[in-house]
């Protein structure tokens, strides 16, 4: 497929793996996830991909009225792309997490591939019993273990078919090589329009590991399947982060950072913020030759419907 002239740069501000007591920079207050988005978007990410969490305890919320303080301000003070998730529950049913694009019409929203297991419970192991902010923490992060991340292919299709009249760019989410081949049938059976957009997921435990060779192995699988129909980015959770964005960026993808996916900013230093984040990986990308999409720029590669068209 033809090589893209600029690089967009996603921020996936919160998400729903990490909890407050792993970094005090992890947003979840509507005020906190606000600002921390319009400064990633300020810092040069033209996507923001928003999960909510209850601005009580930080735990994972997928109620519409934990997004809707915050929509409207993002809308306000950035141009960004916003895209929503549909994976921020890892019990809740596919209705359920399909709430929020629903209500809000967003011009993307993400679209998780297949069904896996999906842990972080080892990220238990560096806390003490003590050292927990908040009560729910501990066994959501230690029973982890026994997660299914369920997205059969009844899932996928009714999320697809409500979501349908809505005209919303899904980001899909790929987690290993058989999500392609998902993605593949349910492009063939019409569920999703080109150019369709695939987030290459890399070091979910659970799904494919964090190597270059895996990333070259997805992306060839991809140009099989899809050729010139699809657009992509890359996504290395955790200390894969910034190298594989750097690498997707060099072989002209597009990237996503934010602590949705890594808390940190090098080996060992926790990140202050997503901007942070964001910035560390522009100079990267603009040192090496290239530059980074503008949100309209990423709205004419991506095939958007527009920022006026959403429902915030
Ligand atoms: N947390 C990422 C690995 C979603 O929101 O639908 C995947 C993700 C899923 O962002
Ligand atoms: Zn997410």
């Excluded at 207050?29 to 600002?35: C, G, R, S």
């Excluded at 709430?99 to 806390?127: D, I, Q, V, W």
């Excluded at 899909?172 to 290459?200: R, S, T, W």
């Amino acid at each position: 497929m033809a090589r893209q002239k600029k690089t967009i740069i996603t921020c996936a501000v919160t998400g729903a793996i990490h909890t407050p007591t792993m970094s005090d920079a992890l947003p979840y207050t509507y005020d906190d996830i606000a600002q921390q988005a319009v400064e990633a978007a300020e810092a040069g990410a033209s996507i923001l991909h928003l999960h909510a969490r209850h601005p009580e305890n930080g735990s994972p919320s997928v109620d519409p009225n934990d997004f809707a303080p915050f929509l409207p301000r993002i809308k306000q003070a950035t141009d960004a792309v916003v895209n929503l998730s549909t994976g921020g529950s890892l019990t809740l049913s596919i209705q359920d997490r399909i709430n929020p694009a629903k209500t809000f019409s967003p011009e993307m929203c993400s679209m998780n591939m297949g069904s896996m297991n999906f842990s972080f419970h080892p990220l238990a192991k560096r806390y003490g019993d003590d050292d927990w902010k908040f009560d729910w923490e501990k066994d959501y992060v230690a029973n982890s273990d026994q997660n299914i991340f369920r997205n059969t292919f009844r899932d996928i299709r009714e999320a697809a078919e409500t979501l349908a009249p809505h005209d919303i760019k899904f980001e899909h989410e790929c987690y290993d090589v058989g999500h392609l081949y998902n993605l593949k049938f349910c492009m063939d059976i019409g569920l999703f329009k080109a150019p369709i957009f695939i987030q290459f997921i890399f070091g979910i435990l659970g799904g494919i590991g964090p190597e270059v060779d895996n990333l070259i192995f997805m992306k060839h699988t991809a140009d099989r399947l899809f050729g010139d129909d699809y657009r992509w980015s890359v996504l290395g959770a955790g200390g894969a982060q910034m190298a594989l964005a750097t690498t997707a960026s060099q072989m002209g993808g597009n990237l996503r950072v934010g602590l949705e996916d890594s808390l940190f900013i090098s080996r060992g230093k926790l990140a202050e913020s997503n901007a942070q984040q964001v910035s560390k990986i522009r100079r990267i990308v603009e040192d090496l030759g290239s530059q980074v999409a503008s949100p309209d720029e990423a709205r004419e590669i991506l095939d958007l419907k527009g920022g006026d068209r959403v429902a915030f």
